[in-house]
């Protein structure tokens, strides 16, 4: 625990999550004085259950799928079986290697970290153990945790994302509710250590936030690899014994399963600290902001996912860096949702960017789009894999949704995220040239199409 003579400071942070860290550090560059105050590991969920573990967990699942298909490109290989113990060992090897250097970092920025749990205890104040810390600002940076619905306790075999994170074993069957983000994660890995699995969404799609092409591709895609989903399809009843669960739809039908992990997003983590009662405005446990994230409080900041809307690390840390910098009167540019890359990362991998065309359609009224298949890539073709880049423009306009789908399109996102934050033309963008054969291209061959000059395109 941190003692500082007189713990008045600049600003103090609750909670160190991407959002909370990502402030600390950019206002200890700006010269300002910071506490933070975290009751669990600075890192917050990305680092420890989220985005990290995760995406180490799909990496063993992506080396498991290439042992089992060696033998399609000629080189032969088997996949003799999963080893938890191995996988759950690399997985926890990359976050505590990165858990330290973030460590490290916050140390040597001098960041001040209180360790226990913080109350707002004043419009300037926090409270952490018998330490009160006072702020000029105070940043609201408390995260999320796993929701669940009525009639679906968390405990035995039904789990949410952070106890699915330490399974010592491959379940041999999934029931997993929620077709979201999460829920299709963990059904990819699942799926390709060797487990059978079957998704429950309520909604007509899976991904439902995406444009409706990449749903219905990543749809094809996952009844290929064997995974099961039920759309439109509601949970309205679970039970478990000593051996499975049986979750009931409101079809009638009955799912039967090892393990069931509810998937079925985040709320915010508000409850109890003291906001509403110190004049901080609170919808449902969300801090409401204004878009220079403002609470009702003046002095009052808020961060991450406490503030509704996308639930991703690097709006946090987007959100973080806008606060440090409106704090030392830099006058930053407000984070707009819409700008921000959302990439799902189960196989094939899901990307976009800005508007969905429905959306854009809403917005403008008249759009263009056009949707290059993978299939005439070059570099996708020699990774197997298939999927779509789409481009929506504004009618005679910028750029502003990109969507795609395939085998590492998250690695792409950066380019379509330069196009639609530049509002960049398809007629500027086709002019760059991408390198051959890399998926790239297949940025470079949609915008060439908008562009009215197809190159490996049938017209
Ligand atoms: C399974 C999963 C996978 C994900 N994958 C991705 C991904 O691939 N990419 C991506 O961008 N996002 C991903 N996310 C989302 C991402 O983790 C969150 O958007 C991000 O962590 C939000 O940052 P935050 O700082 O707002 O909150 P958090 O990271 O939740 O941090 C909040 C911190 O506050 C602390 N805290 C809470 N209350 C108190 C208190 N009273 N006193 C002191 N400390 C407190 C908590 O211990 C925590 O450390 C994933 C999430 C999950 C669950």
Not at 304 to 318: I, M, N, S, T
Request: charged share 20%; glycine share 12%; aromatic share 6%.
């Amino acid at each position: 625990m941190a003692d500082n003579a007189d713990n008045s400071f600049d600003l103090v942070i609750l909670g160190g999550g991407s959002g909370g860290y990502a402030c600390a550090l950019r206002a200890t560059q700006l010269g300002l004085r910071v506490a933070m105050v975290e009751k669990d590991k600075v890192g917050g969920t990305c680092l420890h259950r989220g985005c990290i573990p995760t995406k180490a967990l799909l990496h063993a699942a992506e080396v498991a799928d290439e042992a089992r298909s060696g033998n399609t490109v000629g080189v032969k290989t088997t996949l003799e079986g999963i080893d938890m113990a191995a996988v759950n060992s690399y997985k926890d090897g990359v976050v505590g290697g990165l858990y330290k250097g973030l460590q490290g970092l916050v140390t040597s920025a001098g960041i001040t970290v209180y360790e226990g749990e913080g109350h707002l205890v004043g419009t300037d104040a926090v409270q952490v153990g018998d330490q009160r810390l006072t702020g000029r600002f105070i940043v609201l940076a408390t995260g999320s945790y796993a929701r669940t619905l009525p009639g679906l306790d968390i405990g035995g075999r039904v789990m949410t994302s952070d106890q699915a994170l330490t399974m010592d074993a491959v379940p041999r069957s999934v029931v997993i509710i929620g077709g979201s983000v999460i829920g299709v994660e963990f059904a990819s890995v699942w799926r390709s250590f060797g487990a059978d699995v079957t998704i429950v969404e309520a909604l007509p799609h899976l991904v439902p936030l995406e444009d409706e092409v990449l749903s219905k591709q990543l749809e094809r895609a996952f009844r290929r690899r064997g995974i099961t989903f039920k759309l439109g399809a509601k949970f309205t009843e679970l039970t478990q014994d000593d051996d499975s669960v049986t979750v009931v739809l409101d079809t009638g039908e009955k799912v039967q399963a090892e393990v069931c992990l509810v998937a079925v997003g985040r709320g915010p983590a508000t409850d109890g600290l003291g906001y509403a009662e110190h004049g901080v405005s609170v919808d449902r446990g969300w801090v409401t902001t204004d878009e220079r994230l403002h609470t009702s409080v003046p002095q009052v900041f808020a961060v991450g996912d406490v503030v509704p809307g996308l639930q991703l690390a690097h709006r946090g840390f987007g959100h973080g860096i806008f606060v440090a910098e409106e704090i030392a009167g830099r006058d930053p540019m407000p984070i707009v949702d819409t700008t921000i890359p959302r990439v799902t990362y189960c196989d094939p991998e899901v990307a976009s960017v800005g508007l969905t065309e429905e959306q854009a359609r809403q917005h403008y009224g008249d759009v263009d789009t056009f949707e290059y298949n993978l299939a005439g890539n070059g570099r996708s073709k020699i990774l197997e894999t298939s999927g779509v880049v789409k481009l929506v423009r504004e009618k005679d306009g910028p750029i502003v949704g990109v969507h795609m789908i395939g085998s590492r399109m998250g690695e792409q996102v950066g380019e379509a995220s330069l196009f639609v934050n530049w509002e960049a033309y398809p007629e500027d963008v086709a002019q760059f040239v991408h390198a051959h054969p890399t998926q790239t291209e297949g940025l470079g061959e949609a915008a060439l199409a908008l562009a009215g000059k197809p190159l490996h395109v049938h017209a």
